[in-house]
Every structure is written in C-alpha cells, then in structure tokens.
C-alpha cells in the first residue's frame, strides 16, 4: 500500500527557513516525478515544485521560485522541500505528491504537474506550515 509521510512543519518567523521531508513507503519513487503543493484556508491548491525521477530536472512555480529548493534522495525513497525566506503568505498545508494528469504518472517534471489539471489523489497527509511574527 502506498504510503506518504510528510514531516518538517512548524511555525516560524518572516524571513525563516523550514526543511520538509517526505518519505514514501510500499512503492518506489524511483522512477516517478514528484511534486510539492501546498493548501491554504480558502484558497485553492497551488503547486510548488516538481522534482523528475533522476532528481536532475526541478521546475518551480513563480511564487517561490528563488526561495524553495527541492530534492530527493532515492535510495531513502525521500523527497525534500528546503524552503528560505519564509513570508506570512507561505502558511499553508503542505503536502507532497505523486502527480498524475489523465491518469498517467511521468518521469520528467511537465508544467502540467504544477496545474490546477494534476491529479494528487497519491499524496500524505500534510504537513502545516505558519509563518508569523
């Protein structure tokens, strides 16, 4: 059964950073993109970041691009989300997630993935993230 456990939430001030993990379980990532999204109270999903299988293409949204950098290290079947510079706009759910668009998974990161058209029914339970001062 597959499995995701993200970890690394909290509440930190502006300008702090938080490191998010998340680790699968009951599958290989091996060889499937991921993607990082994140909800927020009354606003709709928005997706952060996608990571190819390699690890060696990353594609992320404009909001916070420059900030976050994702990764992932296989072997653990992990994915990491290091986040910087953390603005009070950033409090959200974060959840980790394997994107499908029309039911098909992908191995490279596509624009698509970040897209309200993904499917990220395989995904944790979240992780809650609160910046603040």
């Known amino acids: 059964q597959l499995e995701f456990v993200e970890s690394g939430g909290g509440s930190v001030q502006p300008g702090g950073s938080l490191r998010l993990s998340c680790t699968a379980s009951g599958f290989s990532l091996d060889n499937f993109a991921m993607v990082w999204f994140r909800q927020a109270p009354g606003k709709e999903r928005e997706g952060l970041s996608c990571?190819?299988?390699?690890?060696?293409?990353?594609i992320y949204t404009d909001s916070v691009k420059g900030r976050f950098t994702v990764s992932r290290d296989n072997p653990e079947n992990t994915v990491v989300l290091q986040m910087n510079s953390l603005k009070p706009e950033d409090t959200a759910v974060y959840y980790c997630?394997?994107?499908?668009?029309?039911?098909?998974?992908?191995?490279?990161?596509?624009?698509?993935?970040?897209?309200?058209?993904?499917?990220?029914?395989?995904r944790g339970q979240g992780t809650q993230v609160t910046v603040s001062s």
């Open positions: 997630a394997l994107p499908r668009v029309s039911g098909g998974l992908f191995y490279f990161c596509d624009t698509r993935t970040l897209t309200h058209i993904a499917e990220y029914d395989y």
């Open positions: 990571i190819s299988s390699s690890g060696g293409d990353t």
